[in-house]
Nanobody, 128 residues
Framework: HVQLVESGGGSVQAGGSLRLSCVVS????????MGWFRQGSGKEREVVAS???????SYADSVKGRFRTTKDNAKTTLYLQMNSLKPEDTGMYYC???????????????????????WGQGTQVTVS
């Protein structure tokens, strides 16, 4: 059973930076498509970034140019570097993988379906 553990969240001022990490255990999911979504208080889940098995990345328009996701397969870890943070970036951030492993990433809407994906407990990001 895959385990995903996110870390690196915290409280920062607008314009600041944070780097989130997601360690993948008990599987080879880190070799395939992975992504990040966030959920603010009272808001719907929003996928912000994905990276496929080839390392090709996609980003939501709201974070394009500010966020960057990378993988370190040797460390089975996914990262999300977040720069120029804004108050609207506040929320719980989750690392997500499609069930069964997929080389190519699904559409962003499909990434937040709990029937199709796995995610961890999340890490809180607060921007003021």
């Amino acid at each position: 059973h895959v385990q995903l553990v996110e870390s690196g969240g915290g409280s920062v001022q607008a314009g600041g930076s944070l780097r989130l990490s997601c360690v993948v255990s008990n599987s080879r999911y880190h070799e395939y498509c992975m992504g990040w979504f966030r959920q603010g208080s009272g808001k719907e889940r929003e996928v912000v970034a994905s990276i496929d098995g080839n390392g090709f990345t996609s980003y939501a328009d709201s974070v394009k140019g500010r966020f960057r996701t990378t993988k370190d397969n040797a460390k089975t870890t996914l990262y999300l570097q977040m720069n120029s943070l804004k108050p609207e970036d506040t929320g719980m951030y989750y690392c997500v993988v499609p069930d069964g492993g997929r080389w190519s990433c699904p559409d962003f809407d499909d990434f937040v379906d709990p029937r199709l994906n796995h995610w961890g407990q999340g890490t809180q990001v607060t921007v003021s």
